[in-house]
């Protein structure tokens, strides 16, 4: 007797149906052939039904193999054929069999977050090989996995990580609530669930991290900080976080404390660069030319006089095409990424100028801009940080450097006043070790 | 929803509509050099240096553009010629201004001025001076140099380009602060438009906010070395004697003022030099340097004595003599009162002391 619940899945060509007679006794198995490992199908339950001598002695046989379970209920079926199982019919009972064949258990090669001399391989797309991952590196009996399935439709398995001696269980307990409370159908990345944890509609700043580094994640869990591990992405979710974090790069831990440190004040540069020079530009060029010298003011005037648009629209015009072409260059594949960037630059950095659209100034400026957001190690930040000049400009223009000064003000008030999980969030440290790991201090 | 949208309409249609502070810098008139002299019928003739920029800059290439008004105030002069141009003036480049020589002989200087220290788009760091012969003489020369308009007079006044001890600046706030301080004469520099350049070597003495008088260059050099501490200056030697120049590496020199009970007020300055051998016409390095010290510290001795008499004899106070007497008494609302009967009776006890740090020649 087949289940009334199979006739759904019937309809699929992947979804196979096997009889298997052994001249004493049959069994039935059902499976997706997308979903399993032949393989183990073979082994686990083909080879041992053919030398069953009878239908107990098969029962004996997988009830002592490893996750073969009874399902008590028929409507558990489709769900258990659905995540990978193998399901066994013997004399109306029913056992599932964890037979499904990984997806994409290798770890990729970093991409969105590059050392120079870390590891270089980041995590798979499978959670259980990032799990391992993670415990190869992280040998401590206290390492914590907890499972979820995010979604409702997608289910997606997912893992909780952390260290049970090191967490901050209110912080834990905060998390494992929002997890719980999820209400989407599909969850399929780090950021995603980032968003749908967070109450507000409006945020601007990431206040988690997503990494694709299991040197970074490892030195996040030793710190006390929860990993959120999602099926189907090589991404992580760590919580909490500090603005910091996102500032600093694993090359930090890897390089000499003068190198690191002098690269953390580089970031911080190029944070303020890409933030505040088109607003400047703007405010220099449209209220305040008297902060320039007065030799820089009059070539400045000279590179402009071709441009007969207000400042404003000139920055606009120019940010717009420099946004368009980081993100064409972002989506676009790699074979014609290099054309768009090639024939991008080649149009913003000599034709703009030419034509009298944007003043020369205004090309190094827009390049510095571009090239200064870049030094922002995660990428979530420096999405973030990209929005943030908009505001600036605006004010700029309405009320030049003044606006600029009550901008800059206005953000680092509001960073102030971000929490990430109860835990304020624009500082250096969560009371941790370093980053870099030589700091006193902030330990116990 | 609507809300913000609506708003974020508003908000940028007012961008479009840019107000009157936004005013591109392509839209604006660089007043470089601000010139006033004696107008023929009215009381000021303004003369503005306007810099026309352009996107290369080419040594000798610098554009400019001068125009004049005359009026009875400033103000009005800058109002009148606005209607001259095409663009609107911005003072806050203006870094120089010059009076003529014809204005600053006969005319009151501190309250004429008055304009340029109420505008707040003129910039503090503006240098004032004297100009010879007159101030539109000095704003329409044109040195070969020139890369952008203006920018040899800014180069010599700031320190950046040549640094000569014959250049005594005079930036807006000092002098205003000289005119209103009791017991500190104003001084401002003098420069002589030459067809294709300036000579500024000289200056000029101001008392109650009229020229007292000029100093020649030499007594120049000697006021910025006791007024400023300008440390890099030449020593010559005495006419009859073999031809020897120094030229010093340090200065410090400190004064003290000695009114004691019964005896004259005494002017004590400790003044101490380090010299090198610039040009001889003898060796040097077998000489007995103490004779040399003494030379060079006689010489200068000579010189001190001699500026800072002539200053007493105008009754004027450019190093701020009756600043410090106010500052170091304590004789209630006297005090500067007491110092101008003073000043004419005092005696200047100059002591030099010049060390020879070497001949400048390896042996």
């Not at chain 1, 893992?159 to 494992?176: H, I, T, W």
């Not at chain 2, 007079?153 to 009791?182: H, M, N, V, W």
Request: glycine share 6%.
């Amino acid at each position: 007797m087949e289940a009334k619940s199979l006739e759904t899945l019937r309809h699929s060509d992947d979804f196979k149906v096997d009889t298997l007679d052994n001249g004493l006794f049959q069994i039935e198995v059902y499976f997706f052939s997308s979903l399993c490992d032949t393989d183990t199908i073979k082994k686990e339950i083909a080879h041992p039904f053919l030398v069953s001598p009878s239908a107990d002695a098969f029962k004996i046989v997988l009830k002592s193999a490893l996750a073969c379970k009874i399902l008590e209920n028929e409507a558990e079926i489709p769900g258990a054929l659905l995540q990978g199982n193998a399901v066994i019919q013997l004399q109306d009972a029913y056992y599932k069999l964890l037979a499904s064949s990984p997806a994409n258990d290798k770890p990729t090669e970093a991409v969105a977050e590059t050392t120079l001399q870390g590891p270089q391989s980041a995590f798979s797309e499978d959670s259980e090989t990032n799990l391992k991952l993670i415990r190869q590196r992280y040998p401590d009996p206290n390492l914590t996995a907890e499972q979820y399935k995010l979604g409702k439709v997608s289910r997606t398995k997912s893992y909780l990580v952390y260290d049970r001696n090191k967490v901050n269980r209110k912080v834990l307990s905060q998390l494992q609530q929002k997890i719980k409370e999820i209400d989407a159908d599909m969850v399929m990345a780090g950021g995603q669930v980032e968003t749908l944890i967070t109450k507000t509609k409006i945020r601007w700043f990431p206040i988690m991290i997503v990494t694709e580094r299991p040197d970074r994640t490892i030195l996040n869990l030793s710190q006390g900080k929860i990993v959120l591990l999602i099926d189907g992405t090589p991404f992580v979710l760590i919580v909490p976080a500090v603005f910091y974090d996102f500032i600093s790069a694993m090359d930090d831990v890897y390089q000499s404390f003068v190198v690191t440190r002098a690269l953390v004040l580089l970031r911080y540069v190029g944070l303020l660069i890409t933030m505040t020079l088109p607003a400047m530009y703007v405010a220099i060029v449209s209220y305040n030319p008297e902060i320039l010298k007065v030799q820089f003011t009059l070539s400045l005037a000279g590179s402009r006089a071709a441009v007969p648009y207000p400042s404003f629209i000139e920055v606009m015009i120019m940010l717009f095409l420099i946004e368009a072409l980081v993100e064409a260059s972002l989506r676009l594949p790699r074979y014609i990424g290099s054309t768009a960037t090639t024939v991008g630059g080649l149009i913003l950095g000599q034709a703009a100028q030419q034509a009298g659209l944007v003043s020369s100034v205004m090309i190094i400026v827009t390049s510095a801009v571009a090239i200064s957001n870049f030094l922002i190690p995660i990428n979530a930040m420096s999405f973030a940080i990209r929005m943030a000049k908009y505001p600036l400009i605006f004010l700029a223009s309405l009320f030049g450097i003044a606006g600029v000064v009550t901008g800059m003000f206005a953000i680092v008030l509001y960073a102030a006043n971000l929490t990430s999980f109860g835990e304020p969030y624009f500082r250096f440290f969560l009371k941790e070790n370093a980053t870099s790991g030589y700091k006193e201090g902030d330990t116990e | 929803m609507r809300k913000i949208l609506l708003s974020l309409v508003a908000a940028v249609s007012l961008l479009l509509g840019s107000g009157c502070g936004l005013k591109d810098i392509d839209k604006r008139f660089f007043v470089i050099v601000v010139g006033i002299d004696k107008g023929d019928s009215s009381l000021f003739k303004v003369t503005l240096k306007l810099a026309i920029p352009s996107p290369r800059t080419e040594p000798g290439e610098a554009k400019f553009q001068t125009i004049s008004q005359e009026a009875d105030s400033i103000a009005e002069a800058v109002r009148l010629m606005k209607s001259k141009v095409d663009k609107e003036f911005d003072f806050g480049q203006a870094k120089d201004i010059v009076i003529g020589k014809s204005f600053a002989d006969t005319h009151e200087i501190g309250h004429s001025l008055d304009f340029f220290f109420r505008r707040r788009d003129i910039q503090e760091i503006a240098n004032v001076s004297i100009g010879e012969p007159d101030a539109a003489t000095v704003i329409n020369a044109k040195p070969l140099s020139e890369r952008l308009p203006g920018n040899s007079l800014i180069l010599a006044f700031s320190d950046e380009g040549t640094e000569s001890p014959y250049i005594i600046k005079t930036p807006l706030f000092d002098y205003y602060r000289r005119i209103f301080d009791l017991g500190k004469d104003p001084y401002l520099p003098i420069i002589r438009a030459l067809e294709e350049t300036f000579v500024i070597n000289r200056v000029a003495i101001l008392k109650t906010n009229y020229k007292r008088l000029e100093l020649n260059p030499d007594e120049t050099a000697a006021l910025n070395q006791l007024a400023r501490g300008y440390k890099r200056f030449v020593i010559k030697s005495p006419p009859n004697e073999p031809r020897l120049t120094f030229s010093s590496t340090r200065l410090k020199s400190t004064y003290k003022i000695l009114t004691p009970k019964n005896g004259d007020p005494v002017i004590r300055f400790h003044i101490r030099v380090d010299v090198e051998a610039e040009e001889s016409e003898e060796k040097l390095f077998e000489k007995n340097w103490h004779d040399l010290e003494r030379l060079a510290a006689t010489q200068l001795k000579d010189q001190y004595l001699e500026l800072l008499t002539k200053l007493q004899k105008h009754g004027v106070d450019p190093i701020g003599f009756g600043i410090r007497y106010r500052a170091t008494r304590h004789e209630k609302s006297k005090e500067y009162e007491n110092w101008r009967k003073i000043y004419p009776n005092v005696r200047f006890d100059i002591r030099v002391a010049v060390h020879f740090r070497g001949t400048g020649i390896i042996k």
